[in-house]
């Protein structure tokens, strides 16, 4: 699609560790095992899996072994049967672990008019309920090769380490995104490539790799610790909401009577 008018920027997040605090694929290894996809082993490899993950990150060696880990898991599965479970379980199982910080930027690159677009090594099934959960303009995610409705183990679209950096200009291409005014944020160096590729780079909870080169390369480096639930975080915001607009236009009002009030006792004193 060709973009007509000025270029804007727009903000990158990747997923895991930066907007949630686990790893995506691997947090609904229980619901997968509950749904029939994968047995009891599996799911004890799946934390495992995510134990390392969590204690220090992944490198390029890691998330190769990823793949090839979530390629052998799946082959087989039935796509509608994924989609199903994630959508049953998606509130239950990421809605408290999205760091409150992240899910704040978000609102603040809308606020200031910039598209959110997240950039995710996990399956697209998985990301693309994730990201319209957190009112995402677009996600850029792995995908799956798919043969008669079920995945056939072959990975069409890795979007990992330098192919997210080329997914995303791309998309720039494609949207009219300025990159050069734009923002990336990802939590491995591995996303190197991806937080080069913007104007405004940003390390969120950066492995030890990407906070050494972040510190090298004059890059912000946030810490984002407080996982929120999404659910509770929103009607918190709706219960304010009114209740802001309520007083606003009680001042408003007030205001008005003040200015009636005023107003008659000028034309009282002029009459006397």
Same mark, same amino acid.
């Given at each position: ?25 691997l947090a609904f290894s229980r619901p997968f095992y509950a749904g029939g996809l994968i047995n009891r082993r599996t799911v004890l490899r799946s934390a495992y899996a995510q134990f ?58 809308? @606020? $200031?008019?910039?598209?959110? !677009?997240? *950039? ?9 309920? %994730? /990201? #319209? ?62 937080? @080069? $590729?913007?104007?405004?780079? !940003?390390? *969120? ?9 972040? %510190? /090298? #390369? ?55």
């Amino acid at each position: 699609m060709e973009h007509l008018g000025t270029a804007r920027p727009a903000a990158f997040f990747d997923l895991d560790k930066t907007i949630i605090a686990r790893s995506s694929t691997l947090a609904f290894s229980r619901p997968f095992y509950a749904g029939g996809l994968i047995n009891r082993r599996t799911v004890l490899r799946s934390a495992y899996a995510q134990f390392v993950y969590l204690l220090g990150g992944a490198d390029h060696d890691q998330m190769e072994r990823m793949r090839e880990y979530l390629s052998a898991m799946c082959t087989g599965w039935d796509v509608e049967t994924v989609r199903s479970i994630v959508a049953d379980t998606l509130h239950h199982i990421v809605d408290p672990i999205v760091y409150d910080e992240a899910v704040t930027l978000i609102e603040e690159h809308h @606020a $200031a008019g910039r598209d959110v !677009v997240i *950039v995710s090594s996990s399956g697209f099934e998985v990301v693309e309920p %994730i /990201g #319209r959960m957190l009112g995402a303009d677009k996600v850029i995610a792995t995908r799956m090769v798919v043969a008669d409705g079920k995945y056939t183990g072959e990975i069409e679209e890795y979007v990992y380490g330098p192919y997210k950096a080329t997914a995303i200009t791309t998309l720039a291409a494609a949207e009219g995104y300025a990159l050069q005014d734009s923002y990336a944020y990802s939590d491995s160096v591995t996303d190197e490539p991806m937080l @080069a $590729a913007v104007g405004h780079p !940003v390390a *969120v909870n950066p492995d030890k790799a990407l906070r050494r080169l972040a %510190i /090298g #390369r004059d890059w912000p480096v946030l810490d984002f610790t407080k996982p929120v639930a999404l659910t509770e975080r929103t009607r918190f915001r709706e219960v304010r909401r009114p209740a802001v607009a309520a007083t606003a236009v009680g001042a408003g009002l007030a205001a008005a009577g003040l200015l009636l009030y005023a107003a008659r006792r000028r034309a009282r004193l002029a009459e006397s």
